[in-house]
């Protein structure tokens, strides 16, 4: 029997880039979509895929995977407040009327229900979605804007102000504390330092630990 060859993969990950990609992630400062991602799992498995496909050198699947949650997340707050069809007008400026569950993204962001308040940002997205029919490839920059724009358009649509964090046992006092985090310093990859509640201000700094914002 002829055994069979594969192509060789190139390596598409390094310690070196994967950690650049990750610098630029925070850097950038994507405020996690906490309200969004606890709708439904399959939004949190989206959001994850389109996260670790820009980290693992993957843009073309991470900007298809941001889009998507965009057009999740506008059908799904329409959905919520009541709308059932949309209109909008198409290429040929004539207006038309779709079922929401049939709309394409490129409805969704050129509709008169759109709730999103920055429609450049949405053009925006939508020119980067184009890519996606091109021969041209996308850049790592381009792919981290598109999680960027997407990530506030959703999380204009589900604010959320705060999250608690929990602390089972505190290793400084032995006692559970709730501490809350502002929704600002909720990005992806920050470094968050708890303290302890309890702790004396005159002895050592009250560091219990540090919370990171995973990517999960």
Do not use: W
Request: glycine share 6%.
């Amino acid at each position: 029997m002829e055994e069979i060859s594969f192509p060789s993969v190139p390596n598409l990950v390094n310690i070196d880039n994967y950690n650049s990609r990750l610098n630029m992630l925070i850097q950038t400062r994507v405020i996690y979509p906490y309200d969004f991602i606890g709708i439904k799992k399959e939004f949190k498995s989206l959001y994850s895929e389109a996260i670790h496909s820009f980290l693992y050198g993957c843009p073309d699947a991470a900007l298809s995977l941001a889009v998507r949650c965009l057009e999740r997340g506008l059908k799904e707050y329409m959905s919520k407040k009541g709308i059932r069809e949309i209109s909008y007008r198409d290429g040929k400026n004539t207006d038309k009327r779709v079922k929401l569950e049939y709309a394409r993204l490129f409805d969704l962001i050129n509709c008169s229900e759109n709730p999103v308040k920055d429609k450049e940002i949405l053009q925006y997205l939508k020119s980067l979605r184009n890519y996606t029919h091109e021969d041209t490839l996308v850049e790592d920059f381009h792919a981290l804007e598109a999680i960027k724009h997407v990530t506030d358009a959703l999380n204009q649509l589900f604010q959320f102000k705060n999250i608690t964090v929990t602390v089972e046992r505190c290793r400084l006092c032995g006692q559970k504390h709730s501490i809350t985090v502002d929704a600002g310093e909720y990005y992806l990859g920050n470094r968050i330092m708890l303290k302890c509640p309890n702790h004396s201000l005159g002895i050592g700094s009250g560091v219990l630990g540090e919370f990171i914002v995973n990517l999960n």
